[in-house]
């Protein structure tokens, strides 16, 4: 995995902060492949949050705290309900590849 730990540890308590105790954050792409290099960051944030709006406004104010926090990076945040039935394709393949931080 490409993020050192300290990334990391800014990852998870934004998400925390942001998303609340239950959000759950998975990393996923070019990021989690130690032989590659460069990337975004992508993650999968899993919330409890069922308000397609509430999600929307929450998934931005964690993209501007983790910009502030870890600096300009590239970032990319897939949104995913906890005990949605109907799972995306990209939501699988996150969880699938991923690894979860």
């Known amino acids: 995995m490409r993020l050192t730990q300290q990334e990391i540890q800014i990852i998870k308590s934004t998400v925390r902060e942001v998303m609340g105790e239950k959000a759950s954050v998975w990393l996923f792409g070019s990021r989690v492949d130690d032989s590659k290099r460069g990337g975004d960051i992508d993650l ?16 931005s104010q964690l993209w501007a705290k983790l ?3 870890l600096g300009e990076q590239r970032i990319d945040i ?17 969880r699938e590849t991923g690894n979860r931080l």
């Open 78 to 94: 897939i949104m995913a309900a906890t005990h949605s039935e109907k799972q995306k394709l990209i939501e699988q393949v996150a």
């Open 44 to 59: 999968l944030i899993e919330t409890d949050l069922s308000e397609p709006r509430e999600r929307l406004l929450k998934k």
């Open 67 to 69: 910009q502030l926090r």
